[in-house]
């Protein structure tokens, strides 16, 4: 369990933003808005919950902004790693709490995905209300550096002269690089095996270790690796090539543009949660976003801002379940 506290100080890296921190605490106001009588929201700790293990894309993500939301909100963010099944445990556990927006979720796309692939999940889309779409980040298709795979088409061509031969590592059933790797599939016709692993994490591990032979992860997972050259990138998923790594051809170029797949991570609060609560988290995650330190931050852990509000997040959700159940549907991913 990681603790944030809104009273320490405000600092990503580097310089302290707050000059009166102490005096400003002792009068019980903060430097966002005006403020807020003691019964007005929140007025005690704020738990967040995220489904997937620290150093996960999400937990990265998370601890960038519970400082600056801490700050905003007066009150401490505890950031609660409650990870298994593929994000299904931590999801469901914030289904269960109470819609008051005192316990939050932190996830990227299993949330709508787990329950596409497991009609026994527990947890729909519409056991939640969305706060906000946060971020985004690509996806990278790796294999170990010493395969023999140079480009993503030799790979494609060995894997059709061994129909279920070679494997593909995920973080679990219903999780992003599970599908993703259900529509290479697809798209490229070949037949791989699926191994779920739990996290993305383990799936690199299980690359490295030469476990399994292939999978498609956040560049986040992947970059430190692939720096080290222990890690070898095939594709990236982008409309052009990264600037980091000038190398690595995009999905686009290599002909399979619906391969062009970003990792987004988003928050959502419990159904039935007090729609004045959910303006409140969402105007101050909006704010967070804006903040050009917790900007530079994300950029540097491989990811995007997005900032889309409640509105903007819903439709964009709705969209992408449809667009994944009609691949689940054609690519018959089943749990």
Same mark, same amino acid.
């Given at each position: 369990?990681?603790?944030?506290? =809104?009273?320490? *100080?405000?600092?990503? #890296?580097?310089?302290?933003? %707050?000059?009166?921190?102490? &005096?400003? +605490?002792?009068? @019980? ?117 010493? =395969?023999?795979? *140079?480009?993503?088409? #030799?790979?494609?061509?060995? %894997?059709?002269?061994?129909? &279920?031969? +070679?494997?593909? @590592? ?166």
């Amino acid at each position: 369990m990681i603790v944030v506290h =809104a009273a320490a *100080k405000f600092r990503l #890296e580097g310089k302290l933003r %707050a000059t009166a921190l102490t &005096g400003v +605490l002792v009068a @019980g106001a903060f430097l966002t808005g005006p403020i807020l009588p003691a019964a007005e929201y929140p007025t005690k700790t704020i738990q967040v919950i995220n489904p997937y293990p620290p150093g996960a894309v999400t937990d990265i993500i998370a601890r960038i902004l519970a400082p600056r939301m801490s700050f905003a909100l007066g009150q401490q963010l505890v950031i609660i790693n409650k990870a298994g099944g593929g994000g299904a445990v931590g999801i469901h556990a914030a289904k269960e709490a109470a819609p008051d927006g005192y316990t939050i979720l932190v996830t990227p796309p299993p949330i709508l995905l787990i329950p596409i692939v497991n009609k026994n999940s527990g947890f729909t889309t519409k056991d939640f209300v969305p706060i906000a779409l946060a971020t985004s980040s690509p996806n990278t298709t790796v294999v170990k550096a010493d =395969a023999p795979w *140079k480009r993503l088409e #030799e790979f494609i061509a060995d %894997a059709k002269k061994k129909p &279920g031969e +070679l494997t593909y @590592g995920s973080a679990g059933p219903g999780t992003t690089p599970h599908f993703i790797g259900e529509l290479v599939k697809l798209k490229t016709g070949i037949d791989l095996t699926h191994v779920p692993l739990g996290s993305e994490s383990a799936a690199a591990t299980a690359v490295l270790g030469g476990h399994v032979n292939i999978s498609f992860l956040t560049l986040g997972t992947t970059r430190s690796h692939i720096e080290a050259g222990t890690l070898r990138a095939l594709a990236v998923a982008s409309n052009r090539r990264l600037k980091d790594f000038p190398n690595v051809p995009t999905t686009v170029e290599k002909g399979f543009p619906e391969l062009n797949l970003k990792v987004w991570v988003g928050f959502f609060a419990p159904a039935k949660t007090p729609a004045p609560v959910v303006k409140r988290l969402a105007g101050v995650i909006s704010d967070s976003l804006k903040d050009p330190e917790v900007v530079a931050h994300i950029e540097k852990s491989q990811a995007l801002v997005e900032n889309l509000g409640p509105q903007e997040a819903a439709k964009f959700y709705a969209d992408e379940e449809r667009k994944w159940s009609e691949v689940a549907r054609v690519a018959k991913i089943s749990n």
